[in-house]
T-cell receptor, first 113, second 113 residues
């Protein structure tokens, strides 16, 4: 069964550094999302992306965050200057077409030191 | 915006018993309600979903019920097995086409042999 893949599985970064989290959505899916989950808390929406532009973003998704689909397969989340509070699991999800379920990857654990 | 409450936060049952997890939502425009299972170190995996034009949906040992008037929906797992042990999240979204998911706070289900 097709799946969403995320790399790396764990990223350790010094505060203030830039980090890029990568996702390969399910082939032929059109809608893409990033969510995050702080340890022990619920999954929170960050941003949705369709047709090469952001469709919606949450309050968490400030100017330090950006997303990009640089080619036909990858979908990336960049944090320009990481903060301690950015430490969390980051999940990528993709959706095939309207009204279809979202499929999640296994996440990237981001640890900011 | 939408707010999803989930109860209980933890649930311990004996193998073979039934488990029920309940969620309430606030936005009457919400019309899609998926349930995700999250195992340790993994991303959320869709186990069942329901749309607002349906009151109940069943898939083998798993069922979901929806009460639109009361704005609550529930997950029912019958004949629980140790491998059902995981964290379960409910979620809600509104509108047609792709929409962000708003998650509940999660229920840690422990099934003892």
């Amino acid at each position: 069964e097709p799946e969403v893949t995320q790399t790396p599985s764990h990223q350790v970064t010094q505060m203030g550094q830039e980090v890029i989290l990568r996702c390969v959505p399910i082939s032929n899916h059109l809608y893409f999302y990033w969510y995050r989950q702080i340890l022990g808390q619920k999954v929170e929406f960050l941003v949705s992306f369709y047709n090469n532009e952001i469709s919606e973003k949450s309050e968490i998704f400030d100017d330090q965050f950006s997303v990009e689909r640089p080619d036909g397969s990858n979908f990336t989340l960049k944090i320009r200057s990481t903060k301690l509070e950015d430490s969390a699991m980051y999940f990528c999800a993709s959706e095939g077409r309207a009204n279809q379920p979202q499929h999640f990857g296994d996440g990237t654990r981001l640890s900011i030191l | 915006g939408e707010n999803v409450e989930q109860h209980p936060s933890t649930l311990s049952v004996q193998e073979g018993d039934s488990a029920v997890i309940k969620c309430t939502y606030s936005d009457s425009a919400s019309n899609y309600f998926p349930w995700y299972k999250q195992e340790l170190g993994k991303g959320p995996q869709l186990i069942i979903d329901i749309r607002s034009n349906v009151g109940e949906k069943k898939d083998q040992r798993i069922a979901v019920t929806l009460n639109k008037t009361a704005k609550h929906f529930s997950l029912h797992i019958t004949e629980t097995q140790p491998e059902d042990s995981a964290v379960y999240f409910c979620a809600a979204s509104s509108g047609t086409g792709f929409q962000k998911l708003v998650f509940g706070t999660g229920t840690r289900l422990l099934v003892s042999p």
